[in-house]
């Protein structure tokens, strides 16, 4: 019998109670869709605190304060600024001690500032889409490293929502991400999700890009970094301005395509 303990870091599992849950009672019939959510813009809004924090974890080596973050994985970020000042071999060791200090850096930025704050109709959707766990497996794919993501869904009362997930250390490339969730979500539930069975909702061009290789089924939303009309250009499956016609959605996520 494996450790539970092992399970967890094996799934890249976010939320311990209901991994739990989750292993010790296995589904009776094979679930149907694998349902990703990336979180900075599509779950959530911030003040900057993210981009900030990386920023402070950053310093003082040489970067361009404007630089873009939304839609990379934070190890993408990572590289883009400090490559070029440290090199690949010198900034791969120096990436532990990184992610400390930014981790540092979010968790006191997401204590003392309450502006955090959750986008419209996702909490409903959430909880539609609950009622659908038999079929839907539910998880992650955002380019925050595990711990950061732990810190903004825990500031918005969402731990509990997801299985598993892709994040940001996973990759440097967000494109590299869903293989990585569908991997774990075969190891969770024994189910190789394919093609359109696998659902990816974002706020970026990038989160639609990513899904291409997997031929994924891409819902994108414009309530975060992106313009409804530079996300349209990008040509996802099923494009909304929120999430607060929670049916809508739910039919996006469910409906054969
Ligand atoms: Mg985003």
Redo the contacts with the bound molecule.
Sequence with gaps: MQNISYLFQKYGCPNRRRQCHMYAILPDKPMQRLVLF?????LLMGNQQGKSALMQAVAPAPFNREHRI??KTDLQFIFECLEPHYGEHELTRRLPDLFDCYIAYLRESYITDNRVRLLPGVRDLLNALESHRSVCLIGLL??NIQRGAQIKLGAVGLSDYFTLGAFGEDGRYRRQLPPVAVDRALRHCGVHFRNRDVIIL???TN?IDCGRPLNARTIAVAS??DSHADLAAEKPDFLFHDFQDTDAVLRAILDPL
């Design positions: 990336d979180i900075d813009g599509t939304s839609g955002t380019g974002g706020d970026t989160d975060g970094f």
